[in-house]
């Protein structure tokens, strides 16, 4: 079965360092892939998605990922992080399931990002 | 409006009342979702509509009914709820139900079951 994991369910950095992500994915077709934000009380926001075009996706807010086939991998990184990156992130796959075209997003578990200052 | 909306942003409920969820989106878009957000779980589909037309229920209990008068609006009409029903409830709206449309989410309504 095609499933989503985000490696880490929380992850802390400094203002101005790097930031990264980890999402891996298992699927035996081509996958669709997303990032999305949760602000608190609010619902989700779509940073970037990846539709066979080209392996680097930028995103909003600084945003970008790299999709990489041999390591099924599509980590979410930023060069410098702000105060406002503090939300949790969802990488999402979508696949054809079953013959079916239609949008079924899998999500991962989420992962928590803190900015210190 | 713009975008997704979602009304009420919160409900408490207890449960043996009926209670209903709504739904907007002013996007134009054809395929609109119900999700359920747990603590600690991930989200979880609940129910597609495309044109209308439901194409997925996942295994979701029928005191959840959902209905979709128009591809702009979508009702989760909710009734003898348990506990463990408390949750946010995610709706979003895509341009189609193809692999490639992001998806767009409401706000949500949190929901909590007395």
């Known amino acids: 079965a095609q499933s989503v994991t985000q490696l880490g369910s929380h992850v802390s950095v400094s203002e101005g360092a790097l930031v990264l992500l980890r999402c891996n994915y298992s699927s035996s077709v081509p996958p669709y892939l997303f990032w999305y934000v949760q602000y608190p009380n609010q619902g989700l926001q779509l940073l970037l998605k990846y539709t066979s075009a080209a392996t680097l996706v930028k995103g909003i807010n600084g945003f970008e990922a790299e999709f990489k086939k041999s390591e099924t991998s599509f980590h979410l990184t930023k060069p410098s992080a702000h105060m406002s990156d503090a939300a949790e992130y969802f990488c999402?796959?979508?696949?054809?399931?079953?013959?079916?075209?239609?949008?079924?997003?899998?999500f991962g578990q989420g992962t928590i990002l803190t900015v210190h200052p | 409006e713009t975008g997704v909306t979602q009304t009420p942003r919160h409900l408490v409920m207890g449960m043996t009342n009926k209670k209903s969820l709504k739904c907007e989106q002013h996007l134009g878009h054809n395929a609109m979702y119900w999700y359920k957000q747990s603590a600690k779980k991930p989200l979880e589909l609940m129910f597609v509509y495309n044109f209308k037309e439901q194409t997925e229920n996942n295994s979701v209990p029928s005191r959840f009914s959902p209905e979709c008068p128009n591809s702009s609006h979508l009702f989760l009409h909710l009734h003898t709820l348990q506990p463990e029903d408390s949750a946010l409830y995610l709706c979003?709206?895509?341009?189609?139900?193809?692999?490639?449309?992001?998806?767009?989410f409401g706000p949500g309504t949190r929901l909590t079951v007395t």
């Open positions: 979003a709206s895509s341009l189609g139900p193809g692999l490639a449309y992001e998806q767009y």
């Open positions: 999402a796959v979508s696949f054809n399931a079953g013959g079916t075209s239609y949008g079924k997003l899998t």
